[in-house]
């Protein structure tokens, strides 16, 4: 074989692989989850910090106008831990793993309930008896007549 077929091979291949639908719903499914991420991002920085702030505010923590983020312990050597952000990105893990829990527990369930309705379907169609053709009813009628008689 020489080296032109082995690249066409190669190249062959490669197609095969990267356009293959599994690969490409794969990457759809990345980019909708990025975009989902900045939307969790957003939801977390913009909705539920600034409530976690108050909370923390109001019982005394901090003044009401810092966010959880910028939280900060200094040791007595002047050593600076940014345990706010910590806290941040902790909250934002649970909002999302709780917000892919709901959405793939609705998903699955949604797809679980549709297998089980087409095989009910399927059960009841397998059940009940095929009507027969029209001509079928018309020699079952005439038989039935001449054992009359």
Do not use: H, W
């Amino acid at each position: 074989m020489g080296l032109k077929n082995k690249a066409a091979s190669l190249i062959e291949e490669f197609k095969a692989f990267a356009f293959k639908g599994n690969i490409v719903d794969m990457a759809i499914g990345i980019i909708i989850g990025a975009a989902f991420g900045k939307i969790v991002n957003s939801f977390v920085n913009d909705v539920v910090m600034p409530v976690v702030t108050a909370l923390i505010a109001k019982c005394g923590g901090q003044n009401a106008g810092e966010g959880i983020k910028t939280l900060v312990y200094t040791t007595s050597e002047g050593i600076a831990i940014p345990y706010g952000t910590f806290i941040g990105e902790v909250l934002n893990f649970l909002i999302v793993a709780f917000a892919v829990f709901l959405l793939m527990k609705k998903f699955l369930g949604f797809m679980q309930n549709m297998r089980k309705k087409k095989a009910e379907e399927a059960a009841a169609a397998a059940a009940a008896p095929a009507e027969p053709p029209a001509q079928e009813k018309l020699l079952a009628e005439i038989r039935d007549l001449l054992k009359n008689k």
